[in-house]
Every structure is written in structure tokens, then in C-alpha cells.
């Protein structure tokens, strides 16, 4: 059973904007924190974002605060990632994942907390 699915990258130009989408299983749709990462060619899989189901607590890394979104609906099971001012600097290909249980939130950025994975979505951003 396949338990996340992203969509929705592609091709933007230096400062526009995309929107991913992360259609979640009814099972990974309970986790305890949906999160997203990236991983650019040759470099390691990096946090981006991440919102807490219970309270909706969002967690962003630095590289992309005031630019990036991360949101969730609850009844479509669905997450989001609105990203704007998008930089080069911001290709890679994006994955949405979830993490089963609670943990403190300095867990958040660590990929190996989470413990389902989509598939990846390609965003590249041209100069």
C-alpha cells in the first residue's frame, strides 16, 4: 500500500512559486508530525519543514523561513508545502514523510524519526 503521495513540482523561475501536495494514507494520515525534505545531487537529504497534527506547530529550517509554508488538511488528509521566492539554490527532489509517534520537536529534522516516505517530487528552479 502506497502511504504518501507527492505532487505537484516542476520548473520555476528564480522568485516564483509551487505548491507540493502530500496525499496521505488513512493510516500514515494519524501520524504524529508530517514533515518534508529534499536532497539535492551529491548532497544529503536535508529537513525542510514540519507541522505537528496535534496543535499544528510548524517547524522550518532556517534556509527557507519566511518563504516556505507548510500546511495541513486534516479532512483531505493532505499536506502542503507552499513555497515562494524560490532560489536555484532550492532544486532538488522533494519528499514528504511521516512520523508515527510523538517526540520532542529537536527530533523534527532528523530523517531517520520518520518512519514512512512518498516517492519524491522533482523542483527545479531556474536562474
Known amino acids: 500500500q502506497v502511504e504518501l503521495v507527492e505532487s505537484g513540482g516542476g520548473l520555476a523561475q528564480a522568485g516564483g512559486s509551487l505548491r507540493l501536495t502530500c496525499a496521505a494514507s488513512e493510516r500514515t494520515s494519524r501520524s504524529a508530525v508530517m514533515g518534508w525534505f529534499r536532497q539535492a545531487p551529491g548532497k544529503e537529504r536535508e529537513f525542510v519543514a514540519a507541522?505537528?497534527?496535534?496543535?499544528?506547530?510548524?517547524y522550518y529550517t532556517d534556509s527557507v523561513k519566511g518563504r516556505f509554508i507548510i500546511s495541513s488538511d486534516n479532512a483531505k488528509n493532505t499536506v502542503y508545502l507552499q513555497m515562494n521566492s524560490l532560489k536555484p539554490e532550492d532544486t532538488a527532489v522533494y519528499y514528504c514523510a511521516a512520523k508515527s509517534y510523538s517526540s520532542p520537536s529537536t527530533t523534527y529534522m532528523r530523517p531517520d524519526q520518520y518512519n514512512y516516505w512518498g516517492q519524491g517530487t522533482q523542483v527545479t528552479v531556474s536562474s
Open positions: 507541522i505537528s497534527r496535534s496543535f499544528g506547530r510548524t
